[in-house]
């Protein structure tokens, strides 16, 4: 199960830190990520970092604003956003590849609203 938290309102220029907690198996030894989904659009990748921390990616639009990281030993994801815009505003999920590419599951997300 993956449960994301920290999302909420915040004002454009403002941030948020974002945690995704896994529980009942080990997502410690998988790469992990944000995905995020505005009303009425698909949902589309933000960031996704390997199981071990040293590579990370990002979407263009949040490149040098955001920041994905892992503490393997919490077995939580986290993502910190930085100068938040208003076209950031979504519901996060936190997710995890178990295969080769793409993402296989995702869990419950939180809502991160941004007014401008």
């Known amino acids: 199960q993956l449960q994301a938290s920290g999302g909420g309102l915040v004002q454009a220029g403002g941030s948020l830190r974002l945690s995704c907690a896994a529980s009942?198996?080990?997502?410690?030894?998988?790469?992990m990520g944000w995905l995020r989904q505005a009303p009425g659009k698909e949902r589309e990748f933000v960031a996704g970092i390997t199981w071990n921390g040293d590579i990370t990616s990002y979407r263009d639009s949040v490149k040098g604003r955001f920041t994905i990281s892992r503490d393997n030993a919490k077995n939580t994801v986290y993502l910190q956003m930085n100068s938040l815009k208003s076209e950031d505003t979504a519901v996060y999920h936190c997710?995890?590849?178990?295969?080769?590419?793409?993402?296989?599951?995702w869990g419950q997300g939180t809502q991160v609203t941004v007014s401008s």
């Open positions: 997710a995890v590849r178990w295969g080769v590419s793409g993402f296989d599951y």
């Open positions: 009942g198996r080990t997502f410690s030894n998988y790469y």
